[in-house]
């Protein structure tokens, strides 16, 4: 019968030892070495240094240290208490086109009051993501969802009030277009 040279548990005929993991060597078979009880301490002489006390006494591997011992990693074990949270990724996608229509349409005062909305709303919906408890998370999505709303509102609004004040002041787009190229006829 093999047995580990490791921990000396007996391994049948099996190529590796079930507790501890080693790979059982089938023509050297040793047993296991006794431990050999810790010597005694010496009392120290009054002429030693605390230094060279230290050094006389036997170092001792702790225990997880020594030769032979193995624990098996836990994979894919979640603590007591962790939480996924859901990604609020149509949040973020909304609230940059928000921002990048903002950018574009910036001729006035609401979609300059939608451009940090819009922000507003991308660092919320970044934060659901990484949010520890689920209360946090429902609160960054609904500051998230919040900001994207008021934000389209306030770049609908301010789309309407530029048509407005073009039609107004030009009767047609193309009499705007025609003045902002320089085409003055």
Do not use: W
């Amino acid at each position: 019968m093999a047995t580990c040279k490791y921990c000396g548990h007996e391994t049948g005929e099996k190529m590796f030892c079930e507790y501890c993991g080693a790979k059982v060597d089938k023509a050297h078979v040793t047993p296991p070495m006794p431990q050999t009880p810790p010597e005694p301490v010496q009392q120290p002489s009054m002429q030693q240094t605390p230094m060279q006390q230290s050094m006389q006494q036997p170092l001792q591997q702790p225990v997880q240290y020594q030769q032979g011992y193995y624990q098996q990693p836990m994979l894919n074990v979640m603590p007591q208490g962790y939480y996924t949270p859901r990604k609020a990724v149509g949040f973020l996608t909304g609230n940059i086109i928000v921002l990048v229509l903002s950018c574009i349409f910036f001729c006035g005062l609401f979609p300059l009051v939608s451009i940090p909305l819009s922000i507003i709303g991308i660092v919320f919906s970044v934060k659901a993501g990484n949010s520890r408890s689920a209360q946090e998370e429902n609160a960054c999505r609904l500051v998230a969802m919040l900001m994207l709303i008021i934000g389209i509102l306030f770049l609908i609004l301010g789309i309407v009030v530029f048509c407005g004040v073009v039609y107004d002041k030009y009767g047609s787009f193309d009499a705007f277009i025609d003045d902002m190229l320089g085409n003055n006829y």
